[in-house]
């Protein structure tokens, strides 16, 4: 899922934690389109995406602190990643194409987010659990519409998260995705649009942290 250059997912993130060398201007957003001061990244193409603030960046690293937001998302168990996205996807879809308590249809947004952790159970031995997360678009992050199938529940973020985003521009894969961590894809997650403009191909990870702002970058290397 990382770059073919990295050993390891792992040690990646690592790197994305203390290799950054050139600061971002302080409060600054990507560049791109979008509502009031937010400025919303090109690899959202036209559609609604997370709020952020880019407070460090060195290539493909960043750091970043994100809004308060709203999502939809689905559990599933015992499922390779790639499986798990496809047994979420339908569910998910249902959502934004009206199955919700006011029968609303959402427009889609960007990005999918997969939450993945692995569970020892005391009988069966490990479990693998994914919760995957839909954006909720701009219209109804106030008060997003509840979901009408018992297995969708909402989430928010919350405000001021700091991450460690590592940004790669093909698909994640099973084997280089480290448990704890959040992946979150950028490639249209609907079933009728097969063929993407190559800038849709981006993938992320995301790693939650710390960051004190306030401290000078690192010297360049």
């Given amino acids: 899922m990382l770059a073919a250059h990295c050993p390891s997912a792992v040690l990646c993130l690592l790197l994305a934690c203390t290799a950054l060398t050139t ?6 957003s990507d ?4 509502r009031g001061s937010w400025r919303k990244p090109g690899f959202c193409g036209n559609m609604d995406c997370p709020e952020y603030t880019v407070w460090q960046k060195n290539f493909d690293f960043q750091v970043r602190e994100y809004r308060e937001a ?4 689905v559990n599933v168990s015992g499922v390779r990643y790639e499986l798990a996205v496809k047994a979420a996807l339908p569910l998910l879809s ?9 029968g609303l249809r959402l427009q889609e947004t960007v990005p999918l987010v997969t939450h993945y952790r692995l569970d020892v159970h005391p009988h069966t031995g490990e479990r693998r659990t994914y919760s995957v ?4 678009p701009y219209e109804y992050q106030a008060e997003p519409p509840e979901p009408s199938h018992p297995a969708l529940w909402l989430y928010r973020s919350p405000a ?6 590592r940004m790669f521009g093909h698909h ?3 084997w280089r995705v480290p448990s704890g961590v959040l992946v979150a894809s ?3 997650p609907s079933k009728h649009h097969p063929h993407l403009p190559r800038r849709y191909h981006h993938s992320e990870v995301w790693m939650r942290g710390t960051f004190n702002k306030s401290a000078p970058p690192p010297p360049a290397r």
């Fill in 133 to 136: 997360f839909w954006f909720i």
């Fill in 31 to 34: 560049a791109g389109s979008g």
């Fill in 94 to 102: 249902q959502y934004f194409w009206g199955a919700n308590k006011e």
């Fill in 23 to 28: 600061a971002a201007a302080a409060g600054s």
């Fill in 172 to 174: 994640a894969r099973e």
């Fill in 160 to 165: 001021n998260a700091t991450m460690f985003v």
């Fill in 70 to 73: 709203a999502w939809v998302a």
């Fill in 186 to 188: 950028y490639n249209h």
